[in-house]
């Protein structure tokens, strides 16, 4: 291009021809220099006031500059001096719709392509009109008939594909991004689409990476960072969302989607009172944000603001009353004060608002099981790596995942952890069942649990997750362990086959622990009464988690020692209950976090466990130990701490729930559960 420029203004040096100063203009126009352009066209207007051409190029460098209502005369004057000029109808064209002037747009498309019929980017133009007024079957067709002219058209294809995803043909709709960007692999916004529609079917795995592809060709789009900030809060990558979110700010200030998606990052790594300033700034900008009305309804409520997170609900829902996120939000606050019918209403019209709602299914699923509804249950838990964020992440396999048509058919089954050491051990009571049945399978467990379930069971072939990868090769089929539940426990009466015991301590070190503990005329019951989870988690926390005080009577006992079997940093709440007389026995050489063999020997050891709901409960279950899990006023932490007609937990026989509507406080519970201590 540049050596053409070089030739015409040599040509134009020498002669000052008319024809060479506009074909100059057309080439400089063509490199972006349209004011420059602009100069040359009115140099050969001079003596080419009556050049159709002219008049429509000098038209498309005004409207280029925003000078729409000269552009419109230059175009008016080109056809009226010669009206089958194709090329001035369709500049006609984009500058009356450049100026909103759809009906005299599209008359003046179909001018030109009266006059050029197989014009693609005429067909296209069309197309962009229609798309613009909400005309998808018209733009469809338009970018059909265009591509039919010129099969390459990346563009085309890339709009069309947006079409008809939003008709929901997704599959037609990917055939056409796909083509886009092999056609044209610069073409940054088929890269961005492509990855939104993907994230948008589930797909985020494979989003993210066109994603970041798009926003490496356009660096500074405030949509494409946006948008990966999106997927990566998909796949819980929350530090990278909220970076994202940060910089579309930064590139684009006014940015209200932007800012309240920094809200969800942010609260989501636990950063609440940031979370929040975000999502009353976006609804100070724009009030009726119904969005922003329920994000900060939700960290209301994380924050113990029931009435304040209330309002928020009943403001999203008075903006949309079909928002499904604000529905399911209300749904999951009625449930936490024990209206669960009512929830479960609001779950499923929280799904019907928006059937691809994988939170309200995952509730709702929550809920059934509560209810002992086991099939339904874990039918709708499966969707629980589809929620945003994931509650829990899918690993990739290029191996089929094990269903109940697999079961007898001699598969040999990956069994991958899944989520935290105690859904690993309560869910691993099925695994003698799968056994029983003739299964066989590899199991991955955290690697601190591995020399017990070894120990335990020496024919299965147990790794940790540094090992896992390749025991996996030997296998045919995958499993999440909490997906083994609707295979082998979709009935109550199915839970009959839990076994008394799953896991067995060191006999040698419980022996000795049992020995250092021992006291005529004590029992050794071990405690634990704090969970601590994710920053973002803390009303989570709060509910499972007593105060060390509140066991300060039983501690006073002749008859008992309690044992610290608490993880974590707990020190200034041991140096408080100690100081107001509170009595607590510890091993102090056992690492209760990271030696878990030492902590089940621990547990051993003890004559009973009383716990909140932690891992604790957890420990004493798999050891067949007795134990008590105590939680306030009937609401239970989770869905396998329901207790059944007897008061005992379904998965683990030797553990009894203590609650009631009635036991509201923690020196309530504590009090419940002396009496039963002693019975």
Same mark, same amino acid.
């Given at each position: 291009?540049?050596?053409?420029?070089?030739?015409?203004?040599?040509?134009?040096?020498?002669?000052?021809?008319?024809?060479?100063?506009?074909?100059?203009?057309?080439?400089?126009?063509?490199?972006?220099?349209?004011?420059?352009?602009?100069?040359?066209?009115?140099?050969?207007?001079?003596?080419?006031?009556?050049?159709?051409?002219?008049?429509?190029?000098?038209?498309?460098?005004?409207?280029?500059?925003?000078?729409?209502?000269?552009?419109?005369?230059?175009?008016?004057?080109?056809?009226?001096?010669?009206?089958?000029?194709?090329?001035?109808?369709?500049?006609?064209?984009?500058?009356?719709? #450049?100026?909103?002037?759809?009906?005299?747009?599209?008359?003046?498309?179909?001018?030109?392509?009266?006059?050029?019929?197989?014009?693609?980017?005429?067909?296209?133009?069309?197309?962009?009109?229609?798309?613009?007024?909400?005309?998808?079957?018209?733009?469809?067709?338009?970018?059909?008939?265009?591509?039919?002219?010129?099969?390459?058209?990346?563009?085309?294809?890339?709009?069309?594909?947006?079409?008809?995803?939003?008709?929901?043909?997704?599959?037609?709709?990917?055939?056409?991004?796909?083509?886009?960007?092999?056609?044209?692999?610069?073409?940054?916004?088929?890269?961005?689409?492509?990855?939104?529609?993907?994230?948008?079917?589930?797909?985020?795995?494979?989003?993210?990476?066109?994603?970041?592809?798009?926003?490496?060709?356009?660096?500074?789009?405030?949509?494409?960072?946006?948008?990966?900030?999106?997927?990566?809060?998909?796949?819980?990558?929350?530090?990278?969302?909220?970076?994202?979110?940060?910089?579309?700010?930064?590139?684009?200030?006014?940015?209200?989607?932007?800012?309240?998606?920094?809200?969800?990052?942010?609260?989501?790594?636990?950063?609440?009172?940031?979370?929040?300033?975000?999502?009353?700034?976006?609804? #100070?900008?724009?009030?009726?944000? #119904?969005?922003?009305?329920?994000?900060?309804?939700?960290?209301?409520?994380?924050?113990?603001?029931?009435?304040?997170?209330?309002?928020?609900?009943?403001?999203?829902?008075?903006?949309?009353?079909?928002?499904?996120?604000?529905?399911?939000?209300?749904?999951?606050?009625?449930?936490?004060?024990?209206?669960?019918?009512?929830?479960?209403?609001?779950?499923?019209?929280?799904?019907?608002?928006?059937?691809?709602?994988?939170?309200?299914?995952?509730?709702?699923?929550?809920?059934?099981?509560?209810?002992?509804?086991?099939?339904?249950?874990?039918?709708?838990?499966?969707?629980?790596?589809?929620?945003?964020?994931?509650?829990?992440?899918?690993?990739? /396999?290029?191996?089929?995942?094990?269903?109940?048509?697999?079961?007898?058919?001699?598969?040999?089954?990956?069994?991958?952890?899944?989520?935290?050491?105690?859904?690993?051990?309560?869910?691993?009571?099925?695994?003698?069942?799968?056994?029983?049945?003739?299964?066989?399978?590899?199991?991955?467990?955290?690697?601190?649990?591995?020399?017990?379930?070894?120990?335990?069971?020496?024919?299965?072939?147990?790794?940790?997750?540094?090992?896992?990868?390749?025991?996996?090769?030997?296998?045919?089929?995958?499993?999440?362990?909490?997906?083994?539940?609707?295979?082998?426990?979709?009935?109550?009466?199915?839970?009959?086959?839990?076994?008394?015991?799953?896991?067995?301590?060191?006999? #040698?070190?419980?022996?000795?622990?049992?020995?250092?503990?021992?006291?005529?005329?004590?029992?050794?019951?071990?405690?634990?009464?704090?969970?601590?989870?994710?920053?973002?988690?803390?009303?989570?926390?709060?509910?499972?988690?007593?105060?060390?005080?509140?066991?300060?009577?039983?501690?006073?006992?002749?008859?008992?020692?309690?044992?610290?079997?608490?993880?974590?940093?707990?020190?200034?709440?041991?140096?408080?209950?100690?100081?107001?007389?509170?009595?607590?026995?510890?091993?102090?050489?056992?690492?209760?976090?990271?030696?878990?063999?030492?902590?089940?020997?621990?547990?051993?050891?003890?004559?009973?466990?009383?716990?909140?709901?932690?891992?604790?409960?957890?420990?004493?279950?798999?050891?067949?130990?007795?134990?008590?899990?105590?939680?306030?006023?009937?609401?239970?932490? /989770?869905?396998?701490?329901?207790?059944?007609?007897?008061?005992?937990?379904?998965?683990?026989?030797?553990?009894?729930?203590?609650?009631?509507?009635?036991?509201?406080?923690?020196?309530?519970?504590?009090?419940?559960?002396?009496?039963?201590?002693?019975?």
């Amino acid at each position: 291009m540049a050596d053409a420029e070089n030739v015409l203004r040599e040509v134009v040096s020498a002669s000052a021809r008319p024809e060479a100063i506009e074909l100059l203009g057309g080439a400089v126009a063509a490199q972006g220099r349209v004011e420059e352009a602009l100069e040359l066209y009115d140099r050969a207007m001079a003596s080419r006031a009556g050049s159709p051409s002219l008049r429509t190029n000098r038209a498309r460098a005004l409207m280029a500059l925003g000078r729409l209502d000269e552009a419109l005369q230059e175009a008016l004057e080109a056809v009226r001096i010669k009206p089958d000029l194709h090329p001035a109808w369709n500049q006609l064209a984009g500058i009356h719709a #450049a100026r909103g002037e759809a009906a005299q747009a599209e008359r003046a498309y179909r001018r030109a392509l009266s006059l050029k019929p197989d014009h693609a980017d005429t067909h296209y133009n069309l197309a962009l009109l229609f798309q613009s007024q909400g005309r998808s079957e018209e733009a469809i067709a338009s970018y059909r008939k265009a591509l039919q002219m010129r099969p390459d058209f990346a563009p085309a294809h890339n709009n069309v594909a947006n079409e008809l995803y939003l008709q929901g043909r997704v599959d037609e709709a990917f055939v056409h991004y796909d083509r886009a960007i092999r056609l044209d692999p610069q073409l940054a916004d088929a890269w961005s689409n492509y990855g939104n529609a993907l994230r948008e079917a589930g797909r985020v795995e494979q989003a993210i990476p066109l994603l970041e592809r798009a926003l490496a060709l356009k660096p500074g789009s405030a949509p494409v960072q946006n948008n990966l900030g999106i997927a990566y809060f998909a796949r819980n990558r929350l530090a990278e969302a909220a970076e994202c979110h940060r910089r579309a700010l930064e590139a684009q200030p006014g940015f209200l989607e932007a800012r309240n998606n920094l809200g969800n990052a942010l609260a989501a790594l636990g950063r609440g009172d940031e979370a929040i300033a975000c999502y009353e700034a976006v609804i #100070a900008a724009k009030p009726d944000h #119904a969005d922003a009305h329920s994000n900060l309804g939700l960290q209301l409520q994380e924050r113990g603001d029931i009435e304040g997170a209330m309002r928020s609900y009943e403001r999203a829902l008075a903006l949309e009353p079909a928002h499904a996120d604000a529905i399911n939000n209300l749904g999951y606050l009625l449930q936490e004060q024990g209206r669960q019918d009512d929830a479960m209403a609001l779950y499923r019209r929280a799904m019907q608002a928006n059937p691809r709602s994988a939170r309200a299914a995952y509730n709702l699923g929550l809920a059934h099981l509560a209810r002992f509804e086991f099939e339904e249950g874990w039918r709708l838990c499966e969707l629980r790596y589809h929620t945003t964020p994931p509650v829990a992440v899918l690993r990739p /396999f290029r191996i089929a995942p094990f269903t109940a048509a697999d079961l007898g058919q001699g598969r040999r089954i990956a069994i991958w952890r899944e989520q935290g050491v105690g859904d690993q051990l309560i869910y691993s009571t099925l695994l003698p069942e799968l056994a029983t049945r003739g299964e066989r399978f590899v199991l991955e467990v955290d690697a601190r649990l591995v020399a017990a379930f070894r120990r335990a069971f020496p024919q299965w072939n147990v790794v940790s997750p540094d090992e896992s990868e390749t025991a996996f090769a030997e296998c045919d089929r995958h499993m999440a362990i909490a997906t083994l539940p609707g295979l082998l426990r979709n009935s109550r009466a199915r839970f009959e086959r839990q076994p008394a015991a799953l896991l067995a301590a060191d006999v #040698a070190r419980s022996s000795e622990y049992r020995r250092r503990l021992a006291k005529p005329g004590k029992r050794v019951v071990g405690i634990s009464w704090r969970s601590f989870q994710p920053a973002a988690r803390g009303h989570v926390q709060r509910k499972k988690s007593a105060p060390l005080e509140a066991f300060k009577a039983l501690s006073l006992r002749d008859d008992m020692m309690l044992l610290d079997l608490q993880y974590g940093d707990t020190s200034a709440e041991r140096d408080a209950f100690a100081a107001g007389g509170g009595r607590l026995a510890r091993l102090e050489d056992l690492d209760l976090f990271h030696d878990l063999e030492g902590v089940l020997a621990a547990v051993a050891a003890c004559d009973a466990i009383l716990t909140t709901s932690n891992v604790t409960a957890h420990f004493a279950g798999v050891l067949g130990k007795p134990a008590l899990l105590v939680y306030l006023s009937g609401n239970p932490p /989770f869905h396998y701490w329901v207790p059944d007609e007897e008061g005992r937990c379904l998965w683990y026989p030797s553990l009894r729930i203590v609650t009631a509507r009635e036991i509201d406080t923690w020196p309530k519970a504590l009090e419940r559960a002396g009496e039963l201590l002693d019975a």
